[in-house]
């Protein structure tokens, strides 16, 4: 490439834009990105040691919308903002106005393409960016199950969906060549109808499509473009610092619900609870105490339970129907029961599903719509609703919200379910969206604005919330803690979303296999995991793991890069805890604590982390073994190498930087 005939001098400042006869030069401390003048797009980014790509990066914005050959009208730079330095292209095509901006910092580069349609009715385009590799790149991250992978595992085209294949709009290429990485991040902020990550052998792509365009609407995408050292772990940390309240809890009394959960209903009895509070359980989600779907908070003072149910009409029960009669009296001594057990209680709520009859009566208008104009599938007898908070729907929610809050006060906060749904609206416009040059609302977009609104008044009450299986990590923000329901794989995915904040795992298990994959899984991701289903032998190891567990309280993940090397027969972790100590959990997923076979003997570890030298002593805990061990530490700079003596299925190295 021509590019590499220049001599690339990075430069003494935290970041500059400089420019040649050919070129604009963006420079910070970890990258020099080469622009070239008559395409405005990036020719080349060199990393340290000269690492640079192999191809420049293109740029498409498809369907009637452009032509190649565009005019770049304007070219500004402005260097006053502190912050960072940016470089402006105004580009005019044929049918469309683009702008590419640059903005370099000290620590990333952000790229953004924006577009204006020169009609004024709306059409659908994408904005794709193709970024090549960086062949000395061995290894792949995306916050999915799959991940981290090698990069010639790909050698054909494939395809990730954001919101269905992964949550967090983060890609991570890295591997041993000069402890060099580069992550690439689609901007939190940027409303997304669809986000594709496409990799082939030559490259990836990332698609932002069923975007709007028009002469009054443009259209915005991005990318951050982060170079770091060898590890996945770092572009995690920056994109987590940069989106503070995307990723930590809103309040920090949630950490006072963090343990054992349980799945309770409104007709549980005192023995139940006690039997709960025996097993250690620290918070319930109270499941049961409204009479349907879309009605949490009735003007009455009793009602009916008529959930799952289609044996009543609404007339029959609005007159005092069902076969279970609850009401806030009976709810507020309940309540009070497990509290005085001192197990936290979080009531249930949701925004997306109702009740069908009600819906059809009272709010037909918001019932969401597929292409064919038939309302989306949801729970059994209910509709899915466009939670706009602007529309009837909306406000029927929000006042509902309200009501809770105000009837029961003495709850902790509110468990919110069904946090997953992120369909295509066709009978309502979000204003964004556009499917087949059609307007859409994508689902997400309400349920982000919505969610302001609620963790708002929540948090303002002193209340917080849990929520289930977010779809994105957009709708996560200002959420406390987070669940993951059902499968294992639900977990790997979800537990990207609360590295920061607690995380509960409710895996419904049934049987010993099943009860033990729940809880590796568990501790390898920081969560507590749910009571289990099973039998006398499954509820032993959940006794069994439960000190493992006690020693996670509070932790937040270690995203130092590459802080623990270890035979790669073992999954492991990592962990930073609130009084300053390390936790490590090794796990062998194919060994059993209920089957003894000799140990694996003299493991070798070695821990990279800052604060190596603060850390005085070393324990290990293991389901297998009854007594806890003292290790010997060597510490040298900021590492740590220690040998495990014995380990069969699942052990906990306790870092303690105090004697105590």
């Not at 430069?11 to 008559?38: A, G």
């Amino acid at each position: 490439m021509i590019i590499t005939l220049f001599c690339i001098i990075f430069n003494s400042n935290l970041y500059s834009i400089s420019e040649s006869d050919q070129y604009y030069i963006l420079n910070n401390e970890k990258m020099s990105v080469t622009i070239l003048k008559s395409t405005a797009l990036i020719e080349d980014i060199i990393l340290s040691q000269n690492l640079s790509m192999t191809n420049p990066i293109k740029v498409t914005i498809a369907k009637n919308s452009m032509d190649k050959n565009g005019n770049i009208e304007k070219i500004t730079t402005d260097k006053t903002n502190k912050e960072c330095e940016t470089l402006i292209f105004d580009i005019l095509f044929e049918n469309m106005r683009v702008e590419y901006i640059y903005r370099i910092d000290e620590n990333s580069l952000r790229f953004d393409v924006n577009a204006i349609g020169m009609n004024k009715s709306p059409s659908e385009i994408s904005i794709e960016y193709h970024i090549p590799f960086f062949k000395e790149f061995k290894r792949l991250f995306i916050a999915n199950e799959e991940f981290p992978a090698n990069t010639n595992d790909f050698r054909t085209l494939r395809t990730l969906q954001y919101r269905k294949d992964f949550m967090i709009p983060l890609l991570t290429f890295y591997g041993d060549y000069h402890n060099n990485g580069i992550s690439i991040i689609a901007p939190i902020e940027i409303p997304k109808p669809s986000l594709n990550f496409s990799i082939d052998p030559n490259g990836f792509f990332i698609s932002f499509s069923r975007l709007r365009s028009s002469k009054s609407i443009k259209c915005h995408s991005g990318i951050y473009i982060i170079p770091h050292e060898n590890d996945w772990r770092p572009g995690f940390a920056f994109l987590a610092n940069r989106y503070h309240e995307y990723f930590h809890p809103a309040s920090d009394s949630i950490y006072n619900s963090q343990g054992w959960y349980f799945l309770a209903d409104a007709f549980d009895t005192k023995d139940m609870i006690e039997r709960a509070k025996r097993r250690k359980v620290k918070w319930i989600e109270l499941h049961g105490h409204f009479p349907f779907y879309g009605l949490y908070a009735p003007s009455c003072d009793k009602w009916g339970i008529i959930i799952d149910s289609d044996d009543l009409s609404y007339k029959t029960w609005s007159r005092s129907g069902g076969k279970k009669i609850n009401g806030y009296h009976r709810m507020k001594t309940l309540i009070n029961d497990w509290r005085q057990n001192n197990v936290k209680t979080f009531l249930y709520f949701q925004s997306f599903e109702c009740w069908y009859q009600y819906a059809d009566k009272y709010y037909a208008q918001y019932i969401a719509r597929d292409k064919h104009y038939v309302p989306h599938s949801a729970w059994k007898l209910t509709r899915l609703m466009n939670p706009d908070p602007d529309s009837k729907w909306g406000k029927h929610i929000i006042k509902q919200f309200h009501r809770l809050l105000t009837q029961y006060s003495d709850i902790d906060g509110i468990f919110y379910d069904r946090m997953d749904y992120w369909n295509y609206d066709f009978a309502h416009d979000d204003k964004i969206s556009m499917i087949d040059d059609k307007p859409v609302y994508m689902l997400g977009f309400a349920f982000e604005k919505l969610n302001d609104r609620l963790f708002r008044i929540l948090h303002d009450k002193g209340k917080c919330v849990w929520g289930n299986n977010p779809s994105s990590i957009e709708v996560c923000k200002y959420l406390d803690g987070i669940m993951a329901e059902s499968h294992i794989q639900s977990l790997l995915r979800t537990q990207y979303m609360a590295i920061f904040r607690p995380l509960v795992f409710l895996a419904y298990d049934q049987n010993p296999r099943e009860t033990e994959a729940k809880l590796k899984n568990a501790l390898l991701s920081g969560a507590f995991p749910s009571l289990t289903y099973g039998d006398s032998i499954c509820v032993f190891l959940d006794s069994t793991y439960s000190i493992l567990f006690n020693l996670l309280k509070n932790r937040k993940w270690v995203l130092d890069p590459n802080p623990i090397t270890i035979d790669n027969r073992f999954k492991h972790n990592i962990f930073r805890l609130d009084n300053g100590d390390l936790a490590i959990v090794i796990v062998s997923m194919d060994r059993s604590a209920l089957i003894k076979s000799p140990p694996l003997s003299n493991i070798n570890i070695c821990i990279n982390i800052p604060e190596a030298k603060e850390v005085s002593a070393a324990y290990v805990y293991s389901v297998d073994f009854e007594n806890v061990l003292n290790l010997n530490i060597v510490s040298k700079d900021d590492h740590i190498n220690l040998t495990l003596p014995h380990h069969h299925s699942t052990s906990l190295i306790y870092l303690q930087k105090k004697t105590r």
